[in-house]
């Protein structure tokens, strides 16, 4: 009986050792024919190995992709380049069909993998993004043409998103298609469909605290039938919808009220409900949004007119050295008090004002992307050092990542909140929860 198991066992690794040999053998023949591409993963379990596999089939694959992408991110920000090139590989692969794997077995504890696909596979894939992408900007077209703005943004957007998979270019029937790469020429596309959208807003209506603000909305003449847009409120975030070319703001304004209320509106062309049936889609926007290539035109800067409305003395400024002691009275530095004061004693710069009244963070770093992005201010994430020594004024904002708890003017060490006009002695012991991070902000000195 014992003999019968020894032999059993024996027999089964010698089957084990044979089926590793014959895949070892597949492998290599793989590796060897010039018709497959292939990737070799390592990892501590066979589901890891793949994974890496697949990376490394990537780099094989998307070698184009990946050196364009580095080019185009160098030429903004060096420092993101490894991590979009990253992203690129692993992107890569997400949508190829007869990719398959090989289970190499385990070495010095390590498994190994092979992921390969072969170039007729390859070919089809590629073919399939072609289609892909000339489809969605065909309905891209269409709707532009009958100045259906949310139609034909959402369907560029995705249609730039897949072009992050085509392996080489493509010639599409667009205004601005020119050099045959796709991504550059879909941006351009998406930049002036988003640039000729016109806002033509009439003068506020004074309703109690609110003012309202009809916006007309239109594309080469022609009214937008529909588009989602957002804009701060000065109480928060507000996403209204132009229906046949008009649209209602909302505005929450403390006086002073300036008689020209400049307001940053956002195209919001993504489309993001849309994209759950759209898996593929989903994966690639959320390796791809808010990165360097959003597209400059989604933003549009309109004047709105306030009725009857007083400009707010623009010598008074954030306090000079020393004022964090000497100019308020000693009863403003009490300890903070659970509740906000509604209307503070100094007038800070604007977007200071706006930022202190936001709660949400997410719409709190929207409002500080917008900012920056049209120059009215700088943010860090490391410290006040680089602001202070470019000549800014400097503030803090501390936020957890649902609310953000105050934002701080800083100077010699001393930190003044913005919303309750009182003294903070020390950040830490204040607002050192673990879960709260500062992000410093610097603006051009105010006028003093």
Not at 58 to 76: C, G, L
Not at 109 to 123: F, G, I, N, T, V
Not at 310 to 330: F, Q
């Amino acid at each position: 009986m014992r003999l019968t198991v020894f032999c059993l066992i024996f027999l089964m690794l010698a089957l084990q050792a044979s089926a590793g040999d014959s895949e070892r053998a597949r492998a290599e023949t793989i590796r060897a024919d010039p018709s497959y591409r292939h990737g070799d993963g390592y990892g501590d379990t066979y589901e890891e190995a793949r994974d890496d596999a697949t990376r490394q089939l990537a780099n094989s694959i998307w070698t184009m992709i990946r050196s364009e992408q580095t080019r185009t991110i160098e030429e903004t920000r060096k420092t993101f380049a490894d991590t979009f090139v990253a992203k690129s590989e692993q992107v890569s692969t997400l949508q190829l069909q007869g990719l398959k794997y090989i289970d190499l077995g385990v070495e010095h504890e390590r498994h190994r993998a092979l992921a390969y696909l072969s170039e007729s596979d390859l070919a089809a894939s590629n073919r399939r993004q072609k289609q892909r992408i000339r489809a969605l900007v065909a309905k891209a077209e269409g709707a532009r043409r009958r100045a259906e703005i949310d139609s034909a943004a959402f369907n560029g957007y995705w249609a730039w998103l897949l072009a992050h998979t085509l392996l080489d270019t493509l010639r599409l029937d667009i205004p601005t298609s020119a050099s045959g790469f796709v991504k550059t020429d879909l941006k351009d596309y998406m930049n002036a469909l988003l640039g000729d959208v016109r806002f033509n807003p009439e003068p506020a209506v004074k309703d109690r605290d609110l003012y309202l603000v009809d916006v007309e909305v239109a594309y080469h003449g022609e009214p937008v039938k529909e588009l989602e847009i957002s804009y701060e409120t000065g109480a928060g975030r507000e996403w209204p919808t132009v229906s046949s070319g008009r649209c209602r703001l909302v505005f929450y304004l403390s006086p002073p009220v300036n008689p020209e209320h400049p307001v940053y509106l956002r195209i919001e062309y993504r489309n993001e409900g849309g994209m759950r049936d759209h898996p593929f889609i989903q994966q690639l926007h959320g390796m791809y949004r808010e990165r360097e290539f959003e597209f400059e035109k989604e933003w549009a800067k309109i004047s709105i007119l306030i009725p009857a409305g007083e400009r707010p003395d623009t010598t008074a400024g954030v306090p000079d050295a020393g004022d964090l002691d000497d100019s308020l009275p000693a009863d403003t530095f009490a300890a903070a008090g659970p509740e906000p004061v509604k209307t503070p004693r100094r007038l800070w710069p604007m977007p200071v004002a706006v930022l202190a009244d936001i709660d949400s963070t997410a719409v709190f770093m929207n409002a500080l992307t917008a900012y920056a992005r049209y120059g009215r201010l700088e943010f860090d994430s490391d410290g006040p050092s680089a602001l202070r020594d470019a000549g800014l004024d400097v503030y803090v904002a501390v936020a957890d990542p649902e609310r953000v708890h105050a934002v701080l003017y800083y100077k010699q060490g001393s930190y003044l909140d913005v919303r309750r006009d009182v003294r903070i002695d020390d950040l830490e012991e204040t607002y050192g929860g673990a879960s709260n991070r500062q992000i410093w902000i610097g603006l051009p000195p105010a006028a003093r």
